[in-house]
């Protein structure tokens, strides 16, 4: 069978029914979140005058910024009481997260089970939407992405856990990595892999987090 085990985003139970969006951006100090934060439905966060914060919805693909007032999550996107909220469509592929989440313990030879041929590329579990992906990987590691159809276009990355947000997220496009538009990728963390193609329209730089996710079940 094959040497990789596929994987992306829920890969433990206790997150299959848990975030519907990431904190992309927060100003001031609103109480109970933070930069790089989950959060999930029902979640009441009250921001100051003063405050703002952009919500980065996984499914629903809204990109909210919030000014003020008080926000309750929802599963596609936030009830705003006394604040001002803009929100803007962005590339994210959150179904087809969910459904390789789904199929996350299988082997990679399932993953490819669609390749008609060994020259083939495999068949992307996903898309990402800009061309550095933001990695998490609890506890760090050394991270390998390489193109699935030409050898030896390979970057290999040692990701410390001094260098991550919240010790698990770490923003390629922080460290000067980009990837090739319109190409499909294969991740590799240890015994894990993740299958993605990168949107022929993607841009360089830091693009919306909702849209680049790449997310590793922690070792041990």
């Given at each position: 069978m094959?040497?990789?085990?596929?994987l992306?985003l829920?890969?433990?139970?206790?997150?299959?029914?848990?975030?519907?969006?990431?904190?992309?951006?927060?100003s001031?100090?609103p109480?109970?979140?933070e930069f790089?934060d989950y959060?999930?439905?029902?979640?009441?966060?009250?921001?100051?005058?003063?405050?703002?914060?952009?919500?980065?919805?996984l499914?629903?693909c809204?990109?909210?910024?919030?000014r003020?007032g008080?926000v309750?999550?929802?599963?596609?996107?936030?009830?705003?009481?006394?604040?001002?909220?803009d929100r803007?469509k962005?590339?994210?592929d959150?179904g087809?997260?969910?459904l390789?989440?789904a199929?996350?313990?299988?082997?990679?030879?399932?993953?490819?089970?669609?390749?008609?041929?060994?020259?083939?590329?495999?068949?992307?579990q996903?898309k990402?939407y800009g061309r550095?992906?933001?990695?998490?990987?609890?506890g760090?590691?050394?991270?390998?992405?390489?193109?699935?159809d030409?050898?030896?276009d390979?970057m290999?990355?040692?990701l410390?856990?001094?260098?991550?947000?919240?010790?698990?997220?770490y923003?390629?496009a922080?460290?000067?990595?980009?990837?090739?538009?319109?190409?499909?990728?294969?991740?590799?963390?240890?015994?894990?892999?993740?299958?993605f193609?990168?949107?022929?329209?993607?841009?360089?730089?830091a693009?919306?987090?909702?849209?680049?996710?790449?997310r590793?079940?922690?070792?041990?």
């Amino acid at each position: 069978m094959g040497a990789f085990t596929a994987l992306f985003l829920t890969v433990q139970p206790a997150w299959a029914d848990a975030p519907v969006a990431v904190v992309e951006d927060v100003s001031g100090k609103p109480a109970g979140v933070e930069f790089m934060d989950y959060v999930e439905p029902g979640k009441v966060i009250k921001l100051a005058a003063g405050d703002s914060i952009v919500l980065g919805y996984l499914k629903s693909c809204w990109r909210e910024s919030i000014r003020g007032g008080t926000v309750t999550v929802g599963t596609e996107q936030s009830d705003v009481q006394g604040g001002a909220v803009d929100r803007t469509k962005v590339g994210c592929d959150g179904g087809k997260m969910e459904l390789a989440a789904a199929q996350s313990k299988q082997s990679a030879a399932m993953v490819f089970r669609k390749a008609p041929g060994p020259n083939t590329p495999p068949k992307p579990q996903f898309k990402i939407y800009g061309r550095s992906p933001v990695v998490e990987l609890k506890g760090g590691g050394t991270l390998v992405i390489e193109r699935a159809d030409v050898a030896g276009d390979r970057m290999e990355l040692v990701l410390a856990p001094a260098q991550a947000v919240h010790g698990a997220f770490y923003d390629l496009a922080k460290l000067n990595k980009s990837l090739k538009p319109g190409v499909v990728y294969r991740a590799k963390v240890g015994d894990q892999q993740i299958v993605f193609e990168v949107d022929a329209a993607a841009k360089e730089g830091a693009e919306p987090v909702a849209g680049r996710l790449l997310r590793f079940q922690p070792a041990g």
